[in-house]
Structure formats: C-alpha cells, structure tokens
C-alpha cells in the first residue's frame, strides 16, 4: 500500500509539472536570491534590498574586473552569507549566480528529471535535461540584457583551456597572482607553465613547464626539453615589445581617423550653402509677410482681411523658425575652432596610448591572449586584437638581455656580445628553413 501511494503521488506529480511546463508558468519553487514569491498575485517579484547587491555583483565584475573570489569577500563585507551556512559565498556560487539567465528577465524550468525507485531503503534519481528541453519563462528582471552579456563576454575571456581529457574549456580555479599566470604554454605537449624562483634568494622569477608532474598517461611525451622555462624579464621585454610595435602600426589608421574627423568636422563649418539658402528663404518670406500686411490694411470687405491676416501670420510663424535657424548655423560656425582643440585633446590621448613602458598584471590581462613556447626555441605571443608576433630565443638564456631586434614581427634577443651581421645571418637562416615548411 505504501508503494502504491508513492507511486500515485509521483504520477500526481509528474502531471503537475507537464501542466505548468505548457502554460510556462512559475512558482515558490523557482525563487532564488534577488526574487521573492508574491503568494497574492501569485507572482515572482524582485526583492530591492537583495537586487541592489545582484546589481553591485555584475557591476563588480564588468567594471572593476574583480573576480568571483573577490566578489565574494566584497559581498561579505556588505552583509551578504550564504542562507543556509551562514558564511561567506563560494566561488562557485557567486560564479553560478553571474551566469544566470534569471537576473536578465528568463527563468528556466524543466531542467532536471527524476526517476522513481521503490522498495526498501529506495532512493530517487535525479538527472539534468539536455538544455534544448529547458522551459524559458519571462519575469522580472533585474539587470540589464547589455550588462549580463558584457558578463558572459568576460566570463569567456577569462576561462582557460587546459590539457584534461574531455573537458576542453573548463572554468579556472585559480586566477593567478603573477605577472603572465594562465598565459604561458608549451607548443609540444599544450602544458601550461606555472611562476617558480630561480634562484635561492627568490630575486629571479621564470615559468617552467611542469608537464612531468601534470601528465594524465604514462606513454604522454613532450619534446620540448630545451625550452621547457623562460625567464619572466625575457617574457616582459617581449611583451613589451609586441604590444608597442602593434600601437605603432597602427598609428597611420590613427592618423587618418584623426585625418576625416577633421575633414569632415571643418566641412560642415565652411558649407556656406545651407546659410545661403536660409538667408535667401527669410528674405522670400519677409516680402510676402510685407505684401500681405498692405493687402489686408486695403482689403475691401472683413472676410478678405481674415483671410489676408492668416496668411500675414503663418509668414510671421515662417519668419521666426528661419531666424531661429540661421541664428544656429552662425553660432556652428562660430565653434569651428573647437574642432581643432578636440582633435588636439584626442590625439593626446592617443600618444599617452602608444607606448607601454611598464608591464603589470592589468596591462597582460588587456593585451595578451596567449604566449606559446615552441621546442625548436620559437616563442609565439598573441594578442587579443589578432595579432600574433615571434621571437627566436637563442641558446644561450643565462645572460641578460642587452637589446630586442624586431625584423617582420618577429623578434631576435642580443644575450652576448656577438655581432649584429652574425644574428641577421641566422635570421635569414631561420626564415628560409620557415619558407621550405
């Protein structure tokens, strides 16, 4: 009986949900954080106090590029624990929260199925539904549609690829706190490098690839053995490098943005032709504003003044849109001058932008995309515009570097004292054998 009862309830169920699925319809069950259940209009509705913070959390992110972590210990700070524990947000709620369609106005049902098992000490199966049979129904929202797509736009940018079977993008844990953590990567084998100090006195930072330590099968081999570390100075002078020769060659679009915004601003300032034609228009006007003034002072009957008169002010009206108009025009003409000290101000700021003296953790987060080390010494940086740039790293990688020589975008290293005639020999070298490939 009791099995029977069990059974009935779960078939009970199961109606339920098909009903609700078909008229898309949501309830007490569907609440998260930022709604509430409204139990007389039977409704879903925002609660402000907690929306404020779901506001401040994509803001947090978007914004001031704080990560979910730290969005966290924010959220703590404003008061904001978890309902149940207590304690403050995990990372993967707060990153479960950004990612939810339901603060952009969508709420999703039907995403999980259960199984029923009965019998003794019988558990239910619960499962997650393929998405296309996911049920969207429309609520209230409480952030936009552009801020919740910025998020997932920077959620993308910000998740890495790593070596795991089955799992080509997976969400990092660690965000990394040095300089080019989640950047560096061996050609060979894919494995990311990880930061380590060179020396004793922790003075010398380098990347070394771990793949050793990081393998999944025992027959995974890596032939990247030469190059398998790269000093962090070397990976910030070619770094710095990239990034300061593609502003450069960019400079001619620059300057002929610069070059039509000028043209076209000064354009619209010196066509004298849309004054003239208004001038021209006013004058029109005011001669038939003065002829009918005389008609209806010597109009013979009433009727024949009311009709002169109407014409007399719908040219008065005429008059003053024109005057108003032209009074414009000379006042655009008067701010051409402006036009010069904008493009002036612009190009200002452009300058302080073309030149990158000084490499920190946001300046690789802007510019960077990727850095792979390849076994036969070549390094590859790629940067998030599409740009890509190479450099030759030569054998010897204990001295400093003396001097970076960029030829075709691709760099070569000076560590010694050797002449420059003998590296561009080898460069041709390299490019040749490159060429045959």
């Not at 009970?12 to 098909?18: C, F, L, P, T, Y």
């Not at 999944?216 to 710095?240: F, G, P, S």
């Not at 001058?337 to 700021?349: A, F, L």
Request: proline share 1%; charged share 35%; net charge positive.
């Amino acid at each position: 009986m009791g099995q029977q009862y069990v059974f009935h309830q779960s078939q009970v169920g199961k109606i339920a949900h098909e009903q609700k699925c078909r008229a898309k319809r949501l309830n007490a069950t569907d609440v998260r954080y930022g709604y509430y259940w409204d139990k007389e209009r039977k409704c879903m509705a925002v609660n402000e106090h907690e929306a404020e913070m779901v506001r401040k959390m994509f803001e947090w992110y978007v914004y001031n590029g704080l990560g979910v972590s730290e969005i966290a210990k924010k959220l703590a700070e404003h008061g904001v624990f978890g309902a149940r524990s207590g304690k403050m947000l995990t990372a993967n709620t707060v990153s479960a929260r950004l990612e939810d369609e339901a603060y952009k106005g969508t709420f999703y049902i039907n995403k999980k199925g259960s199984i029923l098992n009965v019998g003794m000490d019988a558990k239910k199966k619960r499962f997650d539904r393929p998405k296309e049979e996911w049920v969207a129904v429309e609520g209230p929202a409480i952030v936009s549609e552009e801020l919740f797509e910025l998020a997932q736009r920077l959620r993308e940018e910000r998740r890495h690829v790593y070596d795991k079977t089955g799992k080509a993008d997976t969400q990092a844990r660690f965000r990394g706190t040095h300089l080019f953590s989640g950047k560096v990567f061996c050609g060979d084998c894919k494995t990311q490098f990880h930061f380590r100090y060179a020396d004793r006195a922790k003075t010398t930072g380098e990347y070394k690839d771990y793949f050793s330590k990081s393998r999944k099968t025992l027959d995974a081999v890596c032939h990247n053995k030469k190059y398998n570390r790269i000093y962090e100075q070397t990976l910030i002078t070619l770094c710095r490098y990239a990034i300061n020769i593609f502003l450069k060659e960019h400079e001619a679009c620059i300057n002929n943005l610069k070059a039509v915004i000028r043209d076209s601003g000064l354009s619209l300032f010196a066509d004298d032709k849309l004054l003239k034609d208004c001038q021209m228009h006013l004058e029109k006007v005011e001669r038939e504003r003065q002829k009918n003034l005389v008609a209806w002072r010597d109009a013979p009957d009433e009727s024949m003044k009311q009709a002169y008169l109407e014409m007399y002010k719908s040219n008065d009206e005429e008059k003053k849109e024109l005057e108003k108009k032209i009074s414009g025009l000379i006042e655009r003409r008067k701010d051409a001058g402006n036009v010069e000290r904008k493009i002036d101000e612009i190009h200002r700021h452009i300058e302080d932008m073309k030149q990158i003296n000084e490499i920190d953790r946001s300046v690789v987060q802007k510019f960077i995309e990727k850095i792979i080390i390849e076994k036969n010494g070549i390094i590859t940086i790629i940067l998030k515009f599409g740009a890509a740039y190479s450099a030759i790293l030569p054998d010897n990688r204990k001295e400093e570097i003396e001097d970076v020589l960029c030829l075709d975008k691709v760099f070569i290293l000076f560590f010694d004292a050797d002449t420059i005639a003998s590296k561009l020999q080898k460069y041709w070298w390299w490019r040749r054998c490159s060429d045959r490939a």
